[in-house]
């Protein structure tokens, strides 16, 4: 775990279940890294203007604004558009994946196949 190198890095988790959150951010954090996290896209927006994240996971299911209206929004804006953003959600219909990867995600996780380990390193993938 090269730690050192990941220091500065910034990942915001917008979760709405604070298990899932905490369970990412701690394990992000044994990587260097730091955490932030937002449970909801409004809270989320507003997190990435205070933060300047390098990297966004983002949930779909979330009560006040959606994972979708969330990177639709985020995509929008000239600052932010090219952050990377992994979407992690249940959703796992082809259609979902489809929509989430069209608005500009950069890539779609089924929390259900992938270990946090495995979601390190996706996120390595796009850090790097």
């Given at each position: 775990?090269?730690?050192?190198?990941?220091?500065?890095?910034?990942?915001?988790?917008?979760?709405?279940?604070?298990?899932?959150?905490?369970?990412?951010?701690?394990?992000?954090?044994?990587?260097?890294?730091?955490?932030?996290?937002?449970?909801?896209?409004?809270?989320?927006?507003?997190?990435?203007?205070?933060?300047?994240?390098?990297?966004?996971?983002?949930?779909?299911?979330?009560?006040?604004?959606?994972?979708?209206?969330?990177?639709?929004?985020?995509?929008?804006?000239?600052?932010?558009?090219?952050?990377?953003?992994?979407?992690?959600?249940?959703?796992?219909?082809?259609?979902?994946?489809?929509?989430g990867l069209s608005l500009g995600a950069n890539d779609y996780i089924v929390k259900a196949y992938f270990t946090p380990q495995?979601?390190?390193?996706?996120?390595?993938?796009?850090?790097?």
């Amino acid at each position: 775990m090269l730690a050192q190198n990941k220091n500065s890095k910034k990942i915001l988790i917008i979760e709405d279940d604070s298990f899932i959150s905490e369970m990412y951010s701690m394990k992000f954090k044994s990587y260097g890294w730091q955490t932030f996290s937002a449970e909801n896209g409004q809270i989320g927006l507003e997190r990435i203007h205070q933060i300047m994240p390098d990297l966004v996971l983002l949930d779909i299911v979330m009560p006040q604004m959606d994972g979708f209206e969330t990177l639709r929004t985020l995509r929008k804006d000239e600052v932010f558009k090219n952050i990377p953003v992994i979407i992690l959600s249940n959703l796992g219909q082809k259609s979902d994946i489809e929509k989430g990867l069209s608005l500009g995600a950069n890539d779609y996780i089924v929390k259900a196949y992938f270990t946090p380990q495995e979601v390190v390193k996706k996120i390595e993938k796009y850090l790097n």
